[in-house]
């Protein structure tokens, strides 16, 4: 029995004996024989936006904190039942800013009177069917919201889009390390290291405006039009020579 114990640890020990230089001899990097190039590579791709954040809120001024807080409070009741029906789901409204603060009458060479307060209260939400933005921007407004600002466009889920400009970007640095290997008499051997930047376009929010004396049968209209979604890669090659 003791024979047999002994047996098994000379074995086991062994075996680990025999592990470690293949671990050593895997985490191995071969280096670097010949000429190392860093290129810097883009990828683009043109998706139109699917979804949309807009701010919408409400500015009220009263003489009393208490009585611009109440009115406040109830146009902006009005603003998220507007909302609700037009079938904004609850999880894509949220409050952004809530502030009150006073007003003051300014006068050469005299002191700032106190006039009133105003308060504001806003929400930003997230529409995920773009053609209805303009619609229900109306509506809001027709229930008192007076400050809105937006839209900012984007894609929901941009990540098969950028694999595609990854992919591209490759491709491209790829075109690029071959030509300078061409011209220098060289060859492509390897890539040595891949990092990446993702840069997405998508441009600022803009004011939305609309003249309250304008007829009922004009609708806002948000056109999506498109964004470009980018990657940056800057590839590391070993280029050897000569090219044969």
Known sequence: MIRTMMAAAV???SLVAAAVPAVAQQAEVRP???TRLDVVAQGEVARVPDIAHISAGVVTQAPTATAAIRQNADRMAAVRAALRQAGIAEQDIQTSTINLQPSYRYAENQPPQLVGYQAVNEVTVRFRDIAETGRIL????A???NQINGPMLSIDEPESAL???RVQALTNARARAELYARSLGMRVAR???VSESAQGGMPPPR???RDMAASAQAETQIVPGEQTLSVTLTVS????GPNP
């Open 237 to 240: 090659f070993e280029l050897e």
């Open 191 to 193: 890539v040595l290291a």
């Open 143 to 145: 229930q008192g919201a």
């Open 163 to 165: 694999d595609e400009a």
């Open 138 to 141: 109306d509506a809001l407004v």
């Open 32 to 34: 670097i024989s010949g």
């Open 207 to 209: 004011p939305y405006m």
């Open 11 to 13: 074995l086991s020990t």
